[in-house]
């Protein structure tokens, strides 16, 4: 089994920036994608980047692109996502997702294991 614990979030000025890691742990993940997407209220659970836990490569949602970073520690087992320039509609609850099959998905059922979610919450 897979356990992603997610954690970084909170209350931002818009402009500002947050940091947002993953923790995984369980089964190994040298061959999986590792996603974030969020979900604000009353809105359907969105894309926002993803990473290849094997060689590193990157995608990210249109939305926040130039913005956003996503990386990875290999040897402490953890995803992270810079978010920079933040904006009053980036706020969401951010979720941690690992992906079982190589290439790059942005659709929720490709994902079987997710974390809890953290609050993101940017003021205007």
């Known amino acids: 089994q897979v356990q992603l614990v997610e954690s970084g979030g909170g209350l931002v000025q818009a402009g500002g920036s947050l940091r947002l890691s993953c923790a995984a742990s369980?089964?190994?993940?040298?061959?999986?994608?590792m996603g974030w997407f969020r979900q604000a209220p009353g809105k359907e659970r969105e894309f926002v980047a993803a990473i290849s836990w094997s060689d590193g490569s990157t995608d990210a949602a249109d939305s926040v692109k130039g913005r956003f970073t996503v990386s990875r520690d290999s040897a402490k087992n953890m995803v992270n996502l810079q978010m920079n320039s933040l904006k009053p509609e980036d706020t969401a609850v951010y979720y941690c997702?690992?992906?079982?099959?190589?290439?790059?998905?942005?659709?929720?059922?490709?994902?079987?294991?997710w974390g809890q979610g953290t609050q993101v919450t940017v003021s205007s």
């Open positions: 997702a690992g992906r079982e099959s190589p290439g790059f998905s942005y659709e929720t059922r490709g994902y079987a294991y």
């Open positions: 369980g089964r190994t993940f040298r061959s999986y994608i």
